[in-house]
């Protein structure tokens, strides 16, 4: 299958890479001229995935008419505050036509909208339009380390039939059609990854951990089922698998704001230090506000809302989880 990236990052180019190895021609395409030179020089992506050499199957484009040239899926794996923007540019070169799937995980800033909604505001015709999501990190699939995922679209017959030409040995796909309920999972997780690495800095220990992962998993299911998902999702890789890699794992970038938070950091100089996006921290007002929208109860987000508006301060923000009203699960 002739595959287009659109994105260069960490993400975008562990995928690009692994869907190169396994039999796929790939284009992969980024704005910034001078980063796409380095990539075809250099060959490898040594800003955001350094180590890994491209094979002969990829290859790096600044023109994305020359990365759609015959392309037969796209995945859009820039930042979700991009995601419009090169959905834009795929209608503007005539390929809006074209499968995509947003391989990004969040709710559009000001619109709320999930990722799948984005592509299909600005995509109306296109009726193949779905994510990919599940516990994935990049080093590890450009390692080529087992790992599972989820294709989930609207669309059942189309994710059908792309399951088993983009399955491998190495990443192991499931199809979904509760496009809703994985793109829920993927987004909403990186908040509750926040909280853990806050508890995880503060030491509060394994004991805390586990009650936020499993109170973030309620989380995430009662608004996840508020917007039309279905529970059984929240059990799966897009839920409960990708919340407990993202919460424990040392890769984890949201983790990684937590602990920086933990430590007394600004949120800025955090973000500025692990250097790279940080999808939850853009999330949690949009999660906060599509929660008040849907009459839900979500507490760890709430709270961790007013930390980033400096509100609390990080052992505030477990002592008021923990000084909650008692309640039945």
Same mark, same amino acid.
Request: aromatic share 4%; proline share 3%; net charge negative.
């Given at each position: 299958?002739?595959?287009?990236?659109?994105? *260069? %990052?960490?993400?975008?180019? +562990?995928?690009? #890479?692994?869907?190169?190895?396994? @039999? !796929?021609?790939?284009? =992969?395409? $980024?704005?910034?001229?001078?980063?796409?030179?380095?990539?075809?020089?250099?060959?490898?992506?040594?800003?955001?995935?350094?180590?890994?050499?491209?094979?002969?199957?990829?290859?790096?484009?600044?023109?994305?008419?020359?990365?759609?040239?015959?392309?037969?899926?796209?995945?859009?794996?820039?930042?979700? *505050? %991009?995601?419009?923007?090169? +959905?834009?540019? #795929?209608?503007?070169?005539?390929? @809006? !036509?074209?499968?995509? =799937?947003? $391989?990004?995980?969040?709710?559009?800033?000001?619109?709320?909208?999930?990722?799948?909604?984005?592509?299909?505001?600005?995509?109306?015709?296109?009726?193949?339009?779905?994510?990919?999501?599940?516990?994935?990190?990049?080093?590890?699939?450009?390692?080529?380390?087992?790992?599972?995922?989820?294709?989930?679209?609207?669309?059942?017959?189309?994710?059908?039939?792309?399951?088993?030409?983009?399955?491998?040995?190495?990443?192991?796909?499931?199809?979904?059609?509760?496009?809703?309920?994985?793109?829920?999972?993927?987004?909403?997780?990186?908040?509750?990854?926040?909280?853990?690495?806050?508890?995880?800095?503060?030491?509060?220990?394994?004991?805390?951990?586990?009650?936020?992962?499993?109170?973030?998993?309620?989380?995430?299911?009662?608004?996840?089922?508020?917007?039309?998902?279905?529970?059984?999702?929240?059990?799966?890789?897009?839920?409960?698998?990708?919340?407990?890699?993202?919460?424990?794992?040392?890769?984890?970038?949201?983790?990684?704001?937590?602990?920086?938070?933990?430590?007394?950091?600004?949120?800025?100089?955090?973000?500025?230090?692990?250097?790279?996006?940080?999808?939850?921290?853009?999330?949690?007002?949009?999660?906060?506000?599509?929660?008040?929208?849907?009459?839900?109860?979500?507490?760890?987000?709430?709270?961790?809302?007013?930390?980033?508006?400096?509100?609390?301060?990080?052992?505030?923000?477990?002592?008021?989880?923990?000084?909650?009203?008692?309640?039945?699960?």
């Amino acid at each position: 299958m002739n595959i287009t990236v659109m994105g *260069a %990052g960490s993400w975008g180019t +562990a995928l690009a #890479l692994h869907f190169a190895r396994h @039999g !796929h021609r790939v284009a =992969l395409w $980024a704005r910034n001229p001078q980063h796409i030179k380095a990539l075809q020089d250099d060959r490898e992506n040594k800003h955001a995935l350094p180590g890994f050499a491209f094979p002969d199957t990829l290859t790096a484009h600044s023109d994305l008419g020359d990365a759609l040239h015959d392309s037969e899926l796209v995945l859009v794996v820039t930042s979700v *505050a %991009g995601l419009r923007n090169s +959905a834009e540019m #795929l209608k503007d070169h005539q390929a @809006g !036509h074209l499968p995509v =799937l947003a $391989a990004c995980k969040g709710f559009e800033q000001d619109t709320g909208l999930l990722t799948f909604q984005v592509l299909k505001e600005v995509l109306p015709d296109n009726k193949c339009i779905g994510v990919l999501s599940g516990p994935s990190f990049a080093q590890e699939l450009a390692k080529q380390l087992p790992c599972a995922v989820v294709l989930a679209s609207e669309n059942k017959e189309w994710i059908e039939s792309l399951v088993p030409a983009l399955n491998s040995h190495v990443m192991r796909l499931y199809g979904s059609n509760d496009v809703i309920g994985v793109a829920v999972g993927g987004a909403v997780k990186n908040v509750m990854a926040i909280a853990t690495g806050l508890s995880d800095g503060l030491e509060y220990g394994l004991n805390a951990r586990a009650a936020l992962v499993t109170r973030g998993l309620a989380e995430i299911t009662r608004l996840a089922v508020a917007m039309g998902a279905q529970p059984k999702t929240m059990m799966g890789l897009a839920g409960m698998g990708d919340l407990i890699l993202t919460c424990t794992g040392a890769l984890s970038r949201n983790r990684r704001v937590g602990l920086g938070l933990a430590e007394g950091k600004e949120l800025h100089q955090v973000l500025k230090e692990i250097g790279h996006v940080s999808e939850g921290v853009s999330t949690i007002e949009e999660v906060f506000n599509t929660a008040c929208k849907y009459q839900i109860d979500m507490p760890i987000t709430q709270t961790l809302l007013y930390l980033i508006r400096q509100e609390m301060t990080p052992s505030q923000v477990v002592s008021r989880l923990m000084d909650r009203d008692t309640r039945f699960e």
